[in-house]
T-cell receptor, first 111, second 109 residues
C-alpha cells in the first residue's frame, strides 16, 4: 500500500517561477517529514525536513508547508533555477526510523 | 569523508544467477537500509537493520536476503535473480537524517 502519495509526477516551470510539489500521508504515527533531492546517477540527498509541531519551515529558497489536520505537506521552491532541475521525493517516518517515500516528482526548470 | 559506499556501481546478471551488493558506512550509524528505486514508484524499502545484529523486512523483501556483518557493513543478496529485480538499489544509513550511497544499477536479463 502507498502510504505517502506525491503529485505531480512531473513539473515544468520557468526560471524565476515557483515550483510546488504536494504530498499526502495516511499514517498518523508519522512524525518526521523530509524532502529529498536526487540528480541523475546520484543517490537522494536531504533537502529540508519538518516535524508536525510546526506548520512551516524555510531554508533559503525552499519552504515546507505542513497541514497536520489534512495530513498533507508541500515543498515550495521560490525563484526556481535551472540547477534545481532534479527529482524530488517526499518521505515520512516514525521516530526517525525507516522512511516511506512518495513516488517522486521530476522537476524541469527552463532558462 | 566517504559517507555511504556501495559496490558495484553497475551489474548485469543472467536470470537465476546470484550476487551480493555491498554497502559500508563510516558515520557510526546504528540504522542501515536497502531500498530499490523503480520509475514512478519512488524508493521502496527492501530490508533494514536498526542495529548491529538485527534485521527486519521492509515493503518488498521477497527474493532478497541481508546480512548486517558489523556496524559498518550491510549487504544485500539476490539468491536467484529474476528480471523483476532489475532496478537501482540504494543503501542508506541514519541517526536522524538518512544518507544514501550512489546506487547500484542492476540489470537482470
Amino acid at each position: 500500500q502507498q502510504q505517502v502519495k506525491q503529485s505531480p509526477q512531473s513539473l515544468i516551470v520557468q526560471k524565476g517561477g515557483i515550483s510546488i510539489i504536494n504530498c499526502a500521508y495516511e499514517n498518523t504515527a508519522f512524525d518526521y517529514f523530509p524532502w529529498y533531492q536526487q540528480f541523475p546517477g546520484k543517490g537522494p540527498a536531504l533537502l529540508i525536513a519538518i516535524r508536525p509541531d510546526v506548520s512551516e519551515k524555510k531554508e533559503g529558497r525552499f519552504t515546507i508547508s505542513f497541514n497536520k489536520s489534512a495530513k498533507q505537506f508541500s515543498l515550495h521552491i521560490m525563484d526556481s533555477q535551472p540547477g534545481d532541475s532534479a527529482t524530488y521525493f517526499c518521505a515520512a517516518s516514525y521516530s526517525y526510523g525507516k522512511l516511506t517515500f512518495g513516488q517522486g516528482t521530476i522537476l524541469t526548470v527552463h532558462p | 569523508n566517504a559517507g555511504v559506499t556501495q559496490t558495484p556501481k553497475f551489474q548485469v546478471l543472467k536470470t537465476g544467477q546470484s550476487m551480493t551488493l555491498q554497502c559500508a558506512q563510516d558515520m557510526n550509524h546504528n540504522s542501515m537500509y536497502w531500498y530499490r528505486q523503480d520509475p514512478g514508484m519512488g524508493l521502496r524499502l527492501i530490508y533494514y537493520s536498526a542495529s548491529e545484529g538485527t534485521t527486519d523486512k521492509g515493503e518488498v523483501p521477497n527474493g532478497y536476503n541481508v546480512s548486517r556483518l558489523n556496524k559498518r557493513e550491510f549487504s544485500l543478496r539476490l539468491e536467484s535473480a529474476a528480471p523483476s529485480q532489475t532496478s537501482v538499489y540504494f543503501c542508506a544509513s541514519s541517526v536522524v537524517e538518512a544518507f544514501f550511497g550512489q546506487g547500484t544499477r542492476l540489470t537482470v536479463v
